[in-house]
């Protein structure tokens, strides 16, 4: 009898992973949609902060609006600034490949950043711009309402959890975002590993601890 994929990598070992069907109800409802829209539209426009004197464009996310996976960088870089999408170039690449490993893709996910513009010369993030820009990503997930968060990289989780604690802190727990006490994990930003690619296989267990929070 011929095996199916599934089975099939099952026996050698692989362990195969699906998307769960979408839940209806998380769908964003006509008002919703309204205040997803009416939200960009401000972002494209803001100028809360000094961050807007020198950006390309703002960079408001990308995915599905139903997704239940959010991941959530640091701001824009230089190509995302140049393109208005969070996470493209070898970073984003190395992002999709994470995305893909765990089952996912990168149209079924929410992928956004905590600044909507590009700081000059990728310098981290000044409190003040956080805090003027925060009240967008905290919209979004609100109209997303994700079953997990991914914070990606060490500013991005610190700035999620309001902490200065390290990575290595930070990392292998499962934590909780707002009232709603979204279930958070945190990686390592794909720019580290591609510095340090030996600290790949921790973003593997990272994501298998992200799945078990949410199945
Ligand atoms: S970083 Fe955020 S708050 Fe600052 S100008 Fe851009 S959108 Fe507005």
New binding site residues.
């Given amino acids: 009898m011929l095996l199916d994929r599934k089975d099939t990598l099952q026996k050698i070992g692989i362990d195969v992973y699906h998307q769960r069907k979408k839940d209806a109800a998380k769908k964003l409802n006509s008002n919703q949609a309204d205040v997803w829209k009416a939200l960009e539209k401000n972002?494209s426009s803001?100028?809360?902060?000094s961050?807007?004197e020198s950006?390309t464009q703002?960079v408001f996310g990308v995915g599905d609006t139903n997704a239940d996976w959010l991941f959530i960088g640091e701001a824009p870089g230089k190509d995302e600034d140049i393109k208005g999408e969070p996470f493209v170039g070898r970073a984003g690449r190395l992002l999709n490949e994470i995305i893909f490993a765990s089952g996912l893709t990168r149209e079924s996910v929410f992928i956004a950043n905590i600044?909507?513009?590009r700081p000059p010369n990728n310098r981290d993030p000044h409190q003040e711009?956080v805090e003027?820009?925060f009240v967008?990503l905290k919209k979004q997930i609100e109209l997303i309402n994700p079953k997990i968060i991914i914070a990606v990289g060490k500013i991005a989780a610190q700035q999620l959890l309001n902490t200065d604690q390290t990575m290595a802190d930070l990392r292998g727990s499962i934590h909780s975002f707002g009232k709603k006490d979204i279930p958070l994990v945190v990686i390592y930003h794909p720019a580290y590993l591609l510095r340090s690619p030996t600290q790949k296989s921790k973003v593997w267990s990272d994501i298998v601890l992200a799945k078990e929070s949410i199945n």
Avoid at 46 to 49: A, F, T, V
Wanted: hydrophobic share 20%.
């Fill in positions: 972002v803001c100028q809360k902060c961050l807007h950006r703002t600044l909507k513009c711009e003027s820009c967008y």
